[in-house]
């Protein structure tokens, strides 16, 4: 009957274009339909090859931990959409002004916090924002905790020396190791912390002048053990890379922090830009640095001892982002690793404890979210050889299992971070369509360095705390100084090209075989790995002609995409 349907419709168009002229729509309308309809026959009615292919043990060893992988991911990807559920559902439970006010004239004593590590370029611009910040001098401390083994020593220790004479409650913290990393000097700095509330700051942060009156009200409800605000982005246009990272981070603070936080489901703070109670870090046990994520780990904690987090959406903290591919993917496998460090030792505890099952179930997806990374690998070994047996299976089985599987687990993706933006940018998220492309692809484009960093924590093998480098870029005129903060990624940029040939073989085959479905989820693969191979190479080569550069007093080259 379908073929009858088809035929008629082949043949009807086939009279229109000889009996009519055809305006250009018209045009377009019949050489698309005398396209697609036999095309549709061919593969959809065609029964030549019905009953020929025959199941076998090869075939079953492939495309069993093929789907295996395929479900778990969808599964992942299906989890992205539970949160922009949790985000409306939950809209009522936005934190938005305190039940109370401390006196204005008895405000309690806040200890700021400044971890640094070799930040020459930014740290002048953090110690500025902090000593603007509008709180009682007497009720007010500022560590600067210098960790550095570099020149950011002496400027951190004239910076402060400025600003203590101008009558700023700021001392200067040097320590000549860095043991326990960032954790280890939160923790040296409490020894000597005055405040009964705790804010932290990273070297890449502006804090805004009113940051601290618009977070310590929240904490006249004793139950209240954290504040965590919004990042927003300084450098958010200064490159397609930072304009993807901005994308990526909205997603996190926008849908994830607001939809745990509003249905009563734990979150992390995020390691700056919020305040603590100091009773609830100590209470929790303290910082502690057996893991690279030591803010997630001691989120969990304190919400386990039955501290209440809060998230403060509309209350923004502006920060730089890497504008290197290369410190981009060091900071996304640190943070990558630290998840899986923290879900082994904090999920067990979580699921003995009393907490609600739904707040059990979220944990599990927040700190393991990291393994679809080895997933990705292995879906990119199994992608090719599925394709080609289930070529041969037949067009129906591809189109009804197949297809949903990846659209649960690519399109929840872009889904999840247009939601994001519809809320922050109600005018102009639409833009946002045009990185969508890059932002899928660069997400495939990190599971390399990704998977090495879940694997690490997956078998119990320690690293140092890789920083980001800062290096006070903010728009298009800053060029990238410190070429000696950078990081060269070794062998991994060459395994991302050849992964991406290999992708690239797989979209030939497609194309070949007129499996045209599958090509632009192929052409992810491509450009995702081709992208990240080549900037981390070509920056990487940048690194070292900018090193000279600098020797010789020359202007480095700038980074941006």
């Known amino acids: 009957m379908l073929g009858c349907g088809l035929s008629f419709l082949s043949d009807a168009i086939d009279f229109m274009d000889l009996a009519l002229t055809p305006s250009p729509i018209a045009l377009a309308f019949i050489l698309a339909s005398k396209g697609l309809v036999p095309y ?28 295996i992988v395929l479900t778990i991911l969808a599964a992942y990807g299906a989890h992205r959409y539970w949160m922009v559920y949790l985000y409306y559902k939950h809209r009522e439970n936005k934190t938005t002004e305190p039940a109370a006010h401390f006196p204005a004239d008895n405000l309690p004593r806040v200890t700021v916090q400044l971890p640094i590590f070799n930040e020459q370029y930014v740290v002048d611009r953090l110690l500025d924002a902090v000593c603007r910040l509008e709180y009682a001098k007497e009720k007010l401390d500022i560590q600067l905790l210098d960790d550095s083994t570099d020149e950011t020593v002496e400027v951190a220790r004239s910076l402060v020396a400025r600003y203590a004479a101008l009558g700023y409650p700021v001392v200067y913290l040097h320590r000549d190791n860095r043991e326990g990393f960032k954790a280890g000097a939160l923790a040296e700095g409490l020894k000597t912390a005055k405040g009964e509330f705790v804010a932290i700051f990273d070297a890449d942060f502006v804090p805004p002048p009113d940051f601290l009156l618009k977070c310590i009200d929240h904490f006249t409800n004793p139950k209240v053990g954290m504040v965590q605000t919004r990042w927003t982005h300084i450098n958010r246009h200064y490159s397609v890379l930072t304009e993807v990272e901005a994308i990526l981070l909205d997603g996190h603070f926008v849908l994830e922090h607001s939809g745990r936080s509003r249905s009563g489901a734990f979150f992390n703070f995020n390691g700056t830009a919020g305040m603590w109670r100091r ?63 923290v879900s082994k030792k904090i999920l067990p505890r979580v699921f003995k404890s009393d907490a609600p099952r739904s707040v059990k179930i979220e944990a599990w997806y927040h700190l393991t979210a990291n393994l679809s990374y080895p997933l990705m690998i292995l879906l990119s070994v199994l992608l090719l050889p599925a394709m080609i047996i289930r070529f041969y299976q037949g067009w129906f089985q591809m189109l009804y299992i197949d297809l949903p599987l990846f659209m649960a687990s690519t399109f929840s993706i872009s889904s999840f971070y247009l939601v994001s933006q519809k809320e922050l940018f109600p005018r102009s998220w639409l833009r946002s369509l045009l990185y969508l492309p890059l932002l899928m692809s660069l997400g495939i484009g990190l599971t390399i360095t990704n998977t090495r960093a879940v694997l690490e924590a997956l078998v119990g093998k320690q690293t140092a705390f890789a920083r980001t480098p800062k290096y006070r870029v903010e728009s298009k005129r800053d060029k990238v100084l410190g070429a000696k903060y950078r990081k060269r990624l070794g062998w991994v940029p060459w395994i991302e090209l050849l992964i991406g040939a290999y992708f690239a073989m ?13 090509v632009p989820f192929l052409l992810l693969f491509v450009i995702g790995y081709w992208v990240t191979g080549l900037m981390s190479l070509l920056q990487g080569r940048f690194a070292g002609l900018s090193v000279a550069s600098e020797a010789h007093g020359s202007k480095p080259f700038p980074v941006g995409v």
């Not at 030939?508 to 499996?515: G, K, R």
């Open 40 to 67: 549709f026959r061919q593969h959809f009615l065609d029964k030549t090859f019905q009953g020929l292919y025959q199941v076998n043990t090869f075939d079953l060893t492939l495309l069993i931990p093929y789907f």
């Open 279 to 341: 009773r609830a870090i100590e209470e929790a046990g303290g910082w502690e640095h057996d893991t690279l994520t030591e803010d997630t780990d001691l989120s969990y904690r304190a919400q386990l001892k039955g501290w209440k987090f809060l998230y403060l959406q509309d209350v923004e903290c502006p920060a730089e982002l890497p504008v290197e591919m290369t410190a981009f993917k060091t900071q996304q496998a640190r943070w990558a690793k630290g998840l899986i460090q």
């Open 506 to 518: 797989a979209v030939y085959y497609a194309i070949n075989n007129e499996n045209y479905i599958t």
